[in-house]
């Protein structure tokens, strides 16, 4: 069976970093777009960013501009989130998302003190 799965989240104090994986079994990240979103505590999923199945465009969500990085290894067939200089409204359940596949289980992030 298609499945994502995301790692790499956890418990973080503002200013620090943490790196998200998602990775894809059953078909293969290199001829997809990928996704990261998220969604905070009584809020819709927020699209974070995007990275086309060549690697060679993003897209960010404006809050996250300057501070994430999308990124993929095809041959890992996985995808990463680089999260720097993380806030505490960045606390969220991020997932990894594939239009065609769907969506992964999702890894808690969460920025506090």
């Known amino acids: 069976q298609r499945h994502l799965v995301e790692s790499g989240g956890g418990l973080v104090q503002p200013g620090g970093s943490l790196r998200l994986s998602c990775s894809a079994s059953?078909?293969?990240?290199?001829?997809?777009?990928m996704n990261w979103y998220r969604q905070a505590p009584g809020k819709e999923h927020e699209l974070v960013a995007t990275?086309?199945?060549?690697?060679?465009?993003?897209n960010y969500a404006d809050s996250v501009k300057g501070r994430f990085t999308i990124s993929k290894d095809d041959s890992k067939n996985t995808v990463y989130l680089q999260m720097n200089s993380l806030k505490p409204e960045d606390t969220a359940v991020y997932y990894c998302?594939?239009?065609?596949?769907?969506w992964g289980q999702g890894t808690q992030v969460t920025v506090s003190s």
């Open positions: 998302h594939c239009t065609i596949y769907g």
């Open positions: 059953g078909f293969r990240i290199e001829y997809y777009a």
């Open positions: 990275i086309t199945s060549g690697g060679d465009s993003t």
